[in-house]
């Protein structure tokens, strides 16, 4: 262990992880406007919720960039874990929303009053739980617990958090040699990935319809009739993210997806 100006060498700037952040970055924020016209059922919100949500996690991903950027990686872990967090909680928000959105409750109380500060959600593994025993997210979630890679990621977040091994305290410090710190990006690739796609996967699924190109509403916005099945065209930069992400990764989520959808996703 040596001190020296800064370790971060070629390898480390030149890293795939820092490209892979940019597309994500971009991918939340083109989400994030091109859902806005579609309304949160069972809240008393004007604008949809989850444009807020990609936003954050946007930025969010952002910071971890900046951190890692400037060889911070034990505190872009910890950032990771609160990514991994919001990831479930956005999940949870819109399954418990369409399953206990119904005429006679038009408002779902649990979901809307943390939306205006009145009561907090649930605890983290509450929320894991609830989502794994859901029935309408079986099919990914068998696929997503195929083996325990998620788990992994878990204790890894955690490990960085916590302290729990002196070693991450030392990626921390850029100034600090460190003959596998490489291996810790490589390490936070995996994980960032496998997160994205758990949180795109269900997303995607539990809402098919944030799928829908902006080519639909531009002609009604014209005032013109769209053409047949234009209502089921998938916006190029989600057609792009399941092509350089989710296909190549977990082609098993992908067609997974694609058979239970009228979005014509290929």
Known sequence: MLYSNDQLDEEYRNHKLFLRLDQYINFYNQLSGSIVHFVTIGTTSIINLDTYVCSS????????????????????????????????????????????????????????????????????????????????????????????????????????????????????DKNIYLKDRVVHLNNFNFCLQELFIQHTAYLFYLNNHYMLSSDYMD?????????????????????????????????????????NTQMQLN
């Open 57 to 172: 996690l946007s930025t969010t991903l952002e910071s971890i960039k900046v951190l890692l950027w400037d060889g911070k990686i034990n505190d872009a872990f910890t950032l990771l874990r609160k990514y991994y967090d919001s990831s479930i909680i956005n999940i949870y928000t819109n399954l418990y929303l369409s399953e206990n959105f119904t005429l006679e409750n038009l408002v779902v109380k649990q979901i809307n009053d943390w939306l205006h500060g009145k009561q907090k959600i649930p605890e983290y593994r509450a929320m894991s739980e609830y989502i794994k025993n859901s029935q309408k997210l079986l099919s990914i979630t068998k696929l997503l617990s195929v083996d325990d890679r998620y788990k992994k990621v878990r204790k890894l977040c955690n490990d960085h958090t916590h302290w729990n091994f002196f070693k991450n305290l030392l990626t921390n």
């Open 219 to 259: 002609y009604i916005d014209c005032g013109t009739t769209p053409p047949d099945e234009a209502q089921y065209w998938v916006a190029p930069f989600i057609q792009d993210m399941f092509d350089k992400e989710i296909k190549t990764h977990r082609n098993d989520i992908f067609n997974e997806i694609k058979n």
